[in-house]
């Protein structure tokens, strides 16, 4: 058969490209080298409760058209972002805000906490950051970058604060109320059901082959007009090709492999415990505890059933930590220092030449999305290309 567009990865991104398309007449084909869809954002149903398989995704966004867009595919319950930190034996309220400093530095007020927070920032004397460490002490002064930025910030990046570059933390907000919401958007909450849903309804009855290795399965054929080229699978023929795959192996790393972070998740099961951290997200931030945070999955949808409302017996974590990106591996946060940005300009360059082939998502495009911003990327790529 011939279809105009291969769409190569059934995340978010390629799902909306691929509604998109077919909503306006066009004849997509779905692969992923993965053995199930929706990417990144794939839950899972276990003992009642929506397991998140590659970390936490809570939605968020303030673009009002996104919001009203995801909401054709899900309906979203009110959960709010209020991570715990802890740090030793000690916890805080996420993100920086008086519940933090109250607890900190048994204080009450906000200009008690202003006045500790500049005074160490005037101790920390740094006037032009060379390096992570300096840049958050210029910014947040010694208590809170010891005991919540220093060690979780050098586990997430795997080296320490002063290897990295300043540029990574451009600001630390701080909030001066009793505010635990970690995000600022208006629109915010859990799909009910899970996210998999979501990418379901979004691909609809469009044809999805899953566990298809791209650059072994696809070869790029001259067509039959005589004019360009064609991508062909297993008979089937492509116009073109929507790429979300990592752009450096797209192109065989000729300029050498872009830099990446992984993750890797132990999942554990506990039937007999009801309420393991009572938070959905708890950070902890000592360098010396090797994960990140631990997931409790059943308080996105506040501990009960999804389909039956009823409370979920039992409980399942998910511990997250941190990995050097190698190949083989599955590339989570693209490096975006100065060198990688260099190297991705240069396969960019070579995109732009692809006429037949388009780059979206975190890894075609070499940057981290939020949910929102990818579902918005990819509905503006999507008109593009349509000619809106």
């Known amino acids: 058969m011939q279809f105009d567009y ?15 398309m077919e909503k306006a007449g ?18 899972e149903k276990k003992n009642g409760i929506n397991v998140h398989r590659y970390g936490a995704h809570i939605f968020h966004t303030s ?71 300096e840049q958050a002490l210029s910014l947040a002064g010694r208590d809170v970058y010891t005991k919540l930025i220093k060690g979780y910030t050098e586990k997430q990046w795997g080296r320490d604060c002063t290897e990295l570059p300043s540029f990574i933390i451009k600001r630390l907000p701080f909030r001066f109320t009793f505010d635990n919401n970690y995000f600022n958007d208006p629109y915010q909450g859990i799909p009910v059901g899970g996210y998999t849903k979501i990418v379901e309804r979004l691909l609809g009855d469009i044809p999805v082959e899953l566990g298809v290795d791209f650059k072994k399965a696809v070869k790029e054929i001259p067509a039959q007009s005589g004019e360009g080229t064609v991508f062909e699978m297993n008979g089937n023929t492509f116009e073109k090709v929507l790429y979300t795959g990592m752009i450096d192996e797209f192109f065989d790393d000729c300029y050498g492999p872009l830099e990446y972070r992984s993750l890797r998740f132990e999942s554990e099961e506990l039937p007999d415990v009801d309420n ?68 991705y300009e240069k396969y960019h360059a070579l995109a732009l030449e692809k006429k037949n082939v388009l780059f979206g998502g975190r890894l075609g495009l070499y940057k981290y999305f939020d949910m929102d911003k990818v579902i918005r990327a990819s509905l503006d790529a999507a008109a593009e290309e349509l000619g809106k």
């Not at 008086?98 to 004397?125: D, G, H, V």
């Not at 902890?284 to 009960?304: A, D, N, Q, S």
Request: aromatic share 14%; charged share 25%; hydrophobic share 35%.
């Open 6 to 20: 291969l769409i190569v990865g059934a995340g978010l991104y390629g799902a909306v490209f691929a509604h998109e």
């Open 63 to 133: 673009d009002k058209e996104v919001w009203k867009y995801v909401q054709n595919f899900a309906e979203f319950n009110n959960y709010i972002n209020c991570p715990v930190a802890r740090y030793k034996d000690e916890l805080y309220n996420l993100p920086f805000n008086m519940n933090t400093f109250s607890k900190m530095w048994n204080i009450q007020t906000p200009a008690q906490a202003m006045e500790i927070i500049e005074k160490q920032r005037r101790e920390a004397a740094v006037e032009n950051p060379q390096n992570l460490e």
């Open 26 to 43: 066009k004849k997509c084909y779905v692969i992923d080298r993965r053995d199930h869809i929706a990417g990144n954002i794939y839950t």
């Open 276 to 343: 393991f951290q009572g938070n959905a997200v708890v950070n902890y931030t000592e360098r010396e505890v090797p994960f990140t945070r631990i997931i409790e999955h059943k308080f996105f949808e506040f501990g009960k059933d999804s389909e039956t409302g009823e409370p979920v017996r039992g409980t399942i974590i998910t511990r997250e930590y941190p990995a050097t990106w190698e190949k083989g591996m599955e590339p989570y946060y693209p490096v975006n220092n100065d060198q990688n940005n260099a190297v």
